[in-house]
């Protein structure tokens, strides 16, 4: 099956899959910028949800979805442990040898938990359900600077052939005998192998900028974007960002920040 | 027709190209290579004192073995490899020009379709020359629109190029440098590892351009469209071996040996039938020339073809087949 990120891009079938680029990106990029941050744990369990709730209108398979947020949610799980471990102020509630879980720390790790997973399922269901170069085109009009987006746009597109190249070569591999057991000559030939591709990466780089040039690239931008926003757009993207704020407003209450301005 | 006729014939070809060369001697060529010699690192020889001119409108196609030098030749012709005072276009060097002036005057389509489609969709890698031209919005797209069309693929618009198979990416990068509308367009072996439908699209593409006015330079490994795809042929093996129609290249045996060429299929077969007496004037290079060559004989001779053979028909086979490198022993 394929599950790559944009298998489900043309499914088209979805609320989410048909709504506006430019209010997708912004709004998933003002919700993910805002759950990055929020203090209060019922806001990280409610941006949670939310997320969920664009994966279901997106109508985007759970096993899609769970696939897709499966590497960076380790990686996540792995800072979320060390966090759990690091001790902290308040009552123990575990201890295993000389490290305990206190109250505070079981929070923090819990919160970081949460609002990063609720991120990636945010990111996810965008890019799961509008094309990349739509999306590179509305950072465009979003006036994301012209390099980085061009690091972007060519991150995405090699990443592709790099893949197949890997491909390839582990083929060659295989139909040369090669059996991955667990020995030296194995990691060697590993090793081998990504050596080549590193090679492979830096003569392709090469190339592609021989063939800029050949194009006539003088590092102004070279993109065309045609994106309308309609008074609905607005609406969503204004709705978006309201929810974004107010995710904040319990933790700015509880600190006084929020009584302090009213006071 | 025997080989001597043969050999006049061609002899009267090669006149007519000498004559036309004489008249094309007053017009200005549009790209000039002066005494180029490059030496890649470590002091190996890839060009040696390569000089020739080519006129507006001509289609020139660049022979010779893996590794004469021909991608180089091509990567000094925009200027990616320095080269002062070597190539001119139209009269100026090639290496004083901007990027934009550069553009402008030639295109190069490389061998490697993956290189050179480098941006998000087939729209925005076909805009992309356009737009470094400074055009306005609305040129880059009519040419954008102009260069798909040309291409035949305009319902490829919006998809990613990581998505398309070989032939379609030839195809865009194709309309990708047509839309920069160059006066000289260079094709690193657009032909390549295409299936017979696609090359067939290729080529009825650079012959469109080329009736347009455009000058087309390719280099290919792809004898059998050889007569189809260019009027002169200049084989390259570091140095510029020989120059000729394509008639003239494949007319040469000890020629193609030298450089690991071959004439074309058909050019080959009908020598073989010549020595058992299909009697032609001319030797056709291509299907199409074939297929005339039979109607007009078959229309001479009442609807029949004759052959037999003769006391050295089999010897004159046998040094025919020696000669298209084939093994002498499957002859017996």
Redesign the interface.
């Known amino acids: 099956m394929d599950t790559g990120i944009d298998s489900y891009l043309y499914n088209n079938t979805s609320v989410i899959h048909r709504m506006n680029p430019m209010t997708k990106v912004v709004a998933v990029l003002a919700m993910v910028i805002s759950v990055a941050i929020v203090k209060d744990i019922n806001m990280a369990l409610f941006a949670l949800l939310l997320s969920i709730l664009m994966i279901i209108a997106a109508k985007l398979p759970i096993r899609f979805v769970i696939k897709r947020i499966w590497s960076p949610f380790l990686f996540i799980l792995l800072f979320a442990a060390a966090l759990l471990l690091s001790g902290g102020e308040g009552e123990i509630l575990w201890s295993i040898g000389f490290l305990d879980i206190t109250a505070e720390s079981a929070l923090n790790a819990a919160l970081i938990l949460i609002r990063a997973t609720a991120a990636i399922i945010m990111i996810t269901a965008l890019l799961a359900t509008t094309?990349?170069?739509i999306i590179?085109k509305v950072l465009y009009d979003l006036k994301m600077p012209v390099f980085l987006l061009q690091i972007l746009?060519?991150s995405?597109?090699?990443i592709?052939?790099f893949s197949d190249e890997l491909d390839n070569m582990r083929n060659s591999m295989a139909a040369k005998g090669f059996r991955p057991k667990l020995s030296m000559r194995m990691f060697s030939s590993i090793a081998n192998m990504l050596g080549m591709l590193l090679i492979k990466s830096f003569e392709?780089g090469d190339?592609?900028y021989?063939?800029?040039?050949?194009?006539?690239?003088?590092g102004?931008?070279?993109?065309?974007t045609e994106n309308k926003m309609y008074a609905k757009d607005y609406i969503f993207v204004s709705f978006a960002l309201l929810i974004a704020v107010m995710i904040h407003i319990p933790a700015l209450t509880q600190s006084g920040i929020l009584t302090g301005i009213a006071g | 027709m025997g080989f001597e006729e043969m050999t006049e014939t061609e002899n009267g070809k090669s006149e007519n190209c000498e004559k036309q060369s004489e008249a094309m001697d007053e017009v200005t060529p549009v790209l000039s290579v002066k005494n180029l010699t490059y030496h890649y690192p470590k002091n190996k020889m890839a060009l040696d004192d390569v000089s020739f001119d080519i006129y507006p409108g001509e289609k020139v196609a660049v022979v010779g073995p893996n590794g004469a030098g021909k991608t180089t030749l091509f990567?000094h012709m925009?200027s990616?490899i320095k080269s002062k005072g070597h190539i001119f276009i139209n009269g100026k060097d090639v290496a004083d020009m901007n990027?934009?002036q550069?553009?402008k005057e030639v295109?190069?389509m490389?061998a490697?379709p993956?290189?050179?489609?480098?941006?998000?969709?087939v729209?925005?890698d076909v805009?992309?020359?356009p737009?470094?031209?400074?055009l306005s919005?609305e040129e880059?797209?009519q040419r954008v629109e102009e260069a798909m069309a040309m291409t035949g693929i305009s319902d490829l618009k919006t998809r990613?190029?990581?998505h398309l198979s070989l032939g379609q990416k030839k195809k865009v990068v194709l309309a990708?440098?047509i839309s920069?509308k160059p006066e000289v367009l260079v094709l690193d072996e657009p032909t390549a590892n295409l299936d017979p439908k696609s090359k067939r699209d290729v080529l009825e593409i650079v012959n469109k351009l080329n009736a347009d006015g455009m000058t087309i330079i390719i280099s290919t490994h792809d004898v059998n469209l050889l007569s189809e795809l260019a009027d002169k042929v200049f084989v390259l093996n570091k140095r510029i071996i020989e120059t000729g129609t394509p008639r003239d290249i494949f007319s040469n045996p000890g020629l193609l040996e030298e450089n690991n060429l071959e004439a074309s299929d058909i050019f080959k077969f009908f020598q073989l039938l010549s020595s058992i007496g299909f009697d032609c004037e001319e030797l056709p290079l291509s299907f199409d020339d074939a297929v005339n060559e039979i109607l007009t004989q078959m229309e001479e001779s009442g609807g029949h073809i004759h052959l037999h053979t003769h006391e050295h028909s089999h010897e004159e086979m046998i040094k025919l087949r020696k000669e298209f490198q084939y093994r002498i022993e499957r002859i017996d």
């Open positions: 094309r990349f170069d590179v746009m060519f995405y597109r090699y592709f052939v392709r190339e592609v021989r063939s800029m040039i050949a194009k006539g690239y003088t102004k931008p070279t993109i065309i | 990567l925009n990616t990027p934009t550069r553009v295109g190069i490389f490697d993956d290189n050179q489609l480098f941006m998000p969709t729209f925005d805009a992309f020359g737009l470094n031209l400074g919005k880059v797209e990613v190029p990581h990708s440098i920069m």
